[in-house]
């Protein structure tokens, strides 16, 4: 595989561990069609727009949005900006051979009432990676 | 008879009244079961099929894509946004964005492809 399939795939590991499923965050990917999301939730989508340190290596950013309910303030936003933290920040993921997605510090942005559904409120939740491969 | 029924009333003699203008389609219902990150991969949804009758207004085919504006009562398909598709003369099209639903005729467009 290439190194952006390879970096997407290492990055949305953390969404397939049981521990994340427990935490009962509803959680997809960018470009997914849902219905009926009665809860909470957040899309995950893989940015790798930055120069890597070889040609089959990349950087970029794990964007995750969060959508919690309009009008209720912005704990249950921070709690789960905290809970990501908890599963990406300065960890590393290695799926399989010689390459590594490394993630460093995050951020978070308030962005205001959604403008598709104005009924949730919704949060960025941003950290840098860099994907790295050796080359074989 | 209260307004609602009568309106409602009229709405099914216009359709009766289309007779064979109008077409039998088949709407696809995908029940929603989430995402596998680790295959990345959409879970196989179970699909439920709803046949209606349906009034095509119009079709723009501008050689990429066929667009076929719809016409349906409310009556018949209930939330037209839990589906995903329609089965038009055995052509398969997506629903398009934003319907308007009046509570008596739905208003759709659908894409093929």
Known sequence: MGKYTNAEEQAYSVFALAEWKAEDILTFPANYVGKDITKDYIRVQVIPSGEGVNRISVSGILMVDIFVEAGKGTKALTDIADKLDLYLCNKSFKTSG????QLFNSSLQLRGLDQDNPGLYRGVYSIPFIYTEVPQ | ???????QQGVDEAFDAIDDIAKMVTFIR???AGFDFSSREKVDPES???V????????EDNSEVIKKRLMLKTIDIGDITAFDSVEIDGIKYRLGPNPRDDSFVVYVDVYNG
């Open chain 2, 48 to 50: 439920c099929y709803v």
């Open chain 2, 1 to 7: 008879m209260s307004l609602r029924a009568s309106i």
């Open chain 2, 30 to 32: 995908k029940t929603d």
């Open chain 1, 98 to 101: 010689p390459s590594v997605t």
């Open chain 2, 52 to 59: 209606c009758k349906c009034y095509v207004r119009d079709t």
